[in-house]
């Protein structure tokens, strides 16, 4: 058997942590035009502050998920669109929800999409959802 590689050993673990690791909470995502909604396993932070441009710290919320392309693609979930005739990984006006810290759950709209198509992480980025 070959000896897998140290970028293999470090995508696996990446994917391991964000998936089932320990650190990983139940999440909710749906398409935009919510046709289609997945329970999927992700890493979650919510956190209320963050620094300035001048290094002054600020209040503001800033909550995002992490959670792992090939669950999603398993899962039939839309992952990639082809807007301007690229394919690109695509979540944005998604809903994502989970449960806070208190056990209530929260719903919001990914605002930004980055992914890692080294490791096939994705990180989205959310702000308020409001209820259309």
Not at 83 to 105: A, L, M, Q, R
Request: glycine share 6%.
């Amino acid at each position: 058997m070959p000896i897998p590689s140290l970028f293999e050993i470090i995508k696996r673990d990446a994917k391991f942590i964000v998936n089932k690791g320990g650190y990983q909470i139940d999440i909710r995502l749906t398409t935009k035009d919510e046709t289609k909604t997945v329970n999927i396993q992700g890493w979650a932070v919510k956190v209320s502050g963050a620094f300035d441009t001048d290094g002054n710290q600020v209040n503001t919320k800033n909550v995002h998920v992490t959670i792992d392309e090939q669950v999603l693609i398993d899962a039939l979930y839309p992952v990639r669109t082809f807007n301007k005739k690229i394919e690109e990984v695509d979540f944005e006006d998604h809903i994502v929800c989970f449960k806070d810290s208190s056990g209530k759950e929260k719903s919001y709209v990914v605002i930004q999409t980055v992914p890692d198509e080294n490791l096939g992480l994705i990180t989205l980025w959310l702000g308020d959802y409001k209820i259309r």
